[in-house]
């Protein structure tokens, strides 16, 4: 895939200005016309893709480093502020499964974040995407990709000050190095959580199909979200399905609501992939089934903590326990449904990924508990 944008040889390096940031080495300041070059004039052969935010294009940067460039699509107060999240939050950052900063440009009317470029594009593009048909995701890609997208979550959640929470956690924000290592991406959306704060109210962002419903109906962001989403990327991952899949009637389900009746009568091998033809740890696949299943539980007090995923997907601490066979499902509202692109695609994925964008949404629903809280206690008291 990344091969195919090999048109960048024909930019003149010569015309490259290049700062270096003093004292900081791992990222740098880079000139619009540096990226302009880098790009060969953003043009469409070199783009990657396209998602909320604005479109990402693959480079050569003057130092012969593959760049992907992702550049604002508007200069909206609301575009800047993700910008500026994803920088700050970027700067924090540090794993070996997240995606860093490699540097960016502020132009007077140009927001523009660079990355390194990731070879093997996302997670999306290798399950659902134009990639999807090339070299499969085996058994143990499959669980690398989990364990390694979960450490850099328990990372964000767990060992950065203050903690962060992810808020977009799913396919196409899992990009793959050349080793198939996984990188969690795209910061616009996070959350810095201060010491002490357990959950937040905010405006709802995200993708539908891994949006946890506490969130969905009521805003509540707590790292349990990042939780709930990375569950079902990982039923995602097993299973090759997506988190919403229209049926030929036109109705839509639920990656939960399709694996829910399978996982209770313990059909695991009808849950695989079937594109693994067989070829998977029996023994792996029903612990990251059962953590799956701990995870897109429907309270978030019950989900498990996103180190102690890392730890069950390792295989520790689960020796004699019984698995978890149950998995609630969420359906979520029609009126919800109907606001989701993540299924109305033909199955080849489309080229441009960009699938499930439900960021534009920002509900102002209200809590029903709160409500009750405030005026309605008689009821229930
Ligand atoms: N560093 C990178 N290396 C290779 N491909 C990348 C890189 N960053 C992004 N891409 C590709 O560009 C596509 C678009 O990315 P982008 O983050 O803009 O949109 P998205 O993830 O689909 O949606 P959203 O805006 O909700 O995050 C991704 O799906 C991915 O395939
Ligand atoms: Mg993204």
């Not at 606001?339 to 499930?356: I, M």
Request: charge should be negative; charged fraction near 25%.
């Amino acid at each position: 895939m990344g091969s195919t944008f090999s048109c960048c040889g024909s930019h003149k390096e010569d015309e490259v200005v290049s700062v270096v940031t003093p004292g900081n080495s791992t990222w740098r300041m880079f000139t619009y016309k540096e990226l302009h070059s880098a790009t060969n004039g953003f043009s469409d052969d070199n783009k990657l893709g396209e998602g909320g935010f604005g479109s990402v294009y693959w480079g050569k940067a003057s130092d012969g480093l593959q760049i992907a460039v992702k550049k604002l699509k508007s200069m909206t107060s609301k575009a800047e502020m993700e910008f500026a999240v994803e920088v700050e939050v970027l700067g924090r950052v540090r794993h070996k499964n997240l995606l860093g900063l490699r540097g960016y440009c502020v132009g007077t009317d140009q927001r523009l974040i660079v990355y390194d470029y990731m070879p093997n594009l996302s997670l999306l593009s290798r399950l659902h995407g134009q990639c999807a048909g090339e070299v499969q995701l085996d058994w143990r890609k499959r669980m690398k990709i989990a364990i390694g997208s979960a450490e850099g979550i328990s990372y964000l959640h767990h060992e950065v000050t203050p903690h962060i929470i992810h808020r977009d956690i799913k396919a196409s924000n899992v990009l793959l190095d050349s080793d198939y290592e996984p990188l969690v991406a795209d910061f616009g959306f996070a959350k810095l959580i201060p010491e002490g704060v357990s959950h937040m109210t905010t405006r709802v962002k995200g993708t539908l199909g891994y949006l946890a419903p506490e969130y969905a109906m009521w805003g509540k962001v707590s790292d349990g979200c990042d939780v709930y989403s990375f569950g079902i990327l990982l039923l995602e991952l097993l299973t090759g399905r997506k988190p919403i899949e229209k049926l030929p009637g036109g109705v839509k389900r639920t990656i939960t609501e399709w694996a829910e009746p399978l996982i209770a009568k313990e059909r695991f091998k009808d849950l695989v992939d079937p594109r693994l033809r067989g070829s998977f740890d029996e023994n792996q696949l029903k612990k990251a089934i059962s953590v799956a299943c701990l995870c897109v539980q429907s309270e978030p007090e019950k989900r498990p903590s996103m180190k102690e995923v890392v730890y069950m997907l390792k295989g520790y601490g689960s020796e004699g326990k019984a698995l978890q066979t149950r998995m609630n499902s969420i359906k979520y509202k029609d009126e919800l449904l109907a606001l989701d692109q993540t299924s109305d695609d033909d199955d080849d994925g489309g080229p441009d990924e960009s699938y499930g964008v439900f960021g534009a949404m920002e509900s102002e629903m209200q809590d029903p508990y709160n409500r009750y809280a405030k005026g309605n206690n008689a009821k229930h008291g």
